[in-house]
C-alpha cells in the first residue's frame, strides 16, 4: 500500500536551514506528482512545491520562492525539501503527499486533490 514518511524536521533559528525528507514506499516518485504542504495552527494546508514525475515542472509558493528547493533520490524513491534562510513564519508542520493513481495536479490550494499523505515532521524557526 501507498505510505510516505516525513523526516529531517527540528528547531532552527531564523536564517538557518533544514532539509526534510519523504521516504515514499508501495508507488513510484516517479510516476506522479509529488507535493509539499506544510499547515501552521489554525490555518489551511499550503503548498509550498510540487513537482511532477519527470522533475521538469515545479512549482513553489510565493512565500517560499528562492528559499526552497525540491531534489529527490530516485534509488531511494524519496523526495527532498531543501530550506534555506528560514523565517519564523515558516514555522509549521510539513507534510508530503502524492495522488494514485498518478496524474499532475499543478498547484494546489488546500490539497484536497491528494489521497495520500505522510504523517508531518514540525518545523519550528525561532
Known amino acids: 500500500h501507498v505510505q510516505l514518511v516525513e523526516s529531517g524536521g527540528g528547531s532552527v533559528q531564523a536564517g538557518g536551514s533544514l532539509r526534510l525528507s519523504c521516504a515514499g514506499s508501495?508507488?513510484?516518485?516517479?510516476?506522479?506528482?509529488m507535493g509539499w504542504f506544510r499547515q501552521a495552527p489554525g490555518l489551511d494546508h499550503e503548498e509550498v512545491a510540487v513537482t511532477d514525475s519527470a522533475f521538469l515542472d515545479i512549482l513553489y509558493g510565493d512565500s517560499v520562492k528562492g528559499r526552497f528547493t525540491v531534489s529527490r533520490d530516485i534509488a531511494k524513491n524519496t523526495v527532498y525539501l531543501q530550506m534555506n534562510s528560514l523565517k519564523s513564519e515558516d514555522t509549521a508542520l510539513y507534510y508530503c503527499?502524492?495522488?494514485?493513481?498518478?496524474?499532475?495536479?499543478?498547484?494546489?490550494?488546500?490539497?484536497?486533490?491528494?489521497?495520500?499523505w505522510g504523517q508531518g515532521t514540525q518545523v519550528t524557526v525561532s
Open positions: 508501495g508507488f513510484s516518485t516517479t510516476s506522479g506528482c
Open positions: 503527499a502524492t495522488v494514485e493513481p498518478p496524474r499532475w495536479i499543478g498547484y494546489s490550494f488546500g490539497g484536497y486533490e491528494y489521497n495520500y
